[in-house]
C-alpha cells in the first residue's frame, strides 16, 4: 500500500492568496474540519507546504 498522509483544513481560505487557494482545492479539501487522504507524493507535498497555514497534517 503506498504511503498516506491525511490533511485537515482548519483555517477558512477567505481573503487568502490564490494560489493558496488552488492549492487547497487541488488537494480535495472543500470546508473547514474537512479531513482527506493524499498520497505522499512531491506534488502533493508541494502543495501542502504552500499553505502549510491553513492545514494540519497527520502522519
Not at 498522509?5 to 477558512?12: A, E, M, N, Q
Not at 494560489?19 to 512531491?42: Q, S
Amino acid at each position: 500500500m503506498a504511503n498516506t498522509v491525511k490533511v485537515t483544513l482548519i483555517k477558512s481560505t477567505n481573503g487568502r492568496l490564490a494560489n493558496h487557494k488552488a492549492c487547497v482545492k487541488g488537494l480535495g479539501l472543500r470546508r473547514i474540519n474537512h479531513t482527506v487522504e493524499v498520497l505522499d507524493t512531491p506534488e502533493n507535498r508541494g502543495m501542502i507546504n504552500k499553505a502549510y497555514y491553513l492545514l494540519r497534517v497527520e502522519g
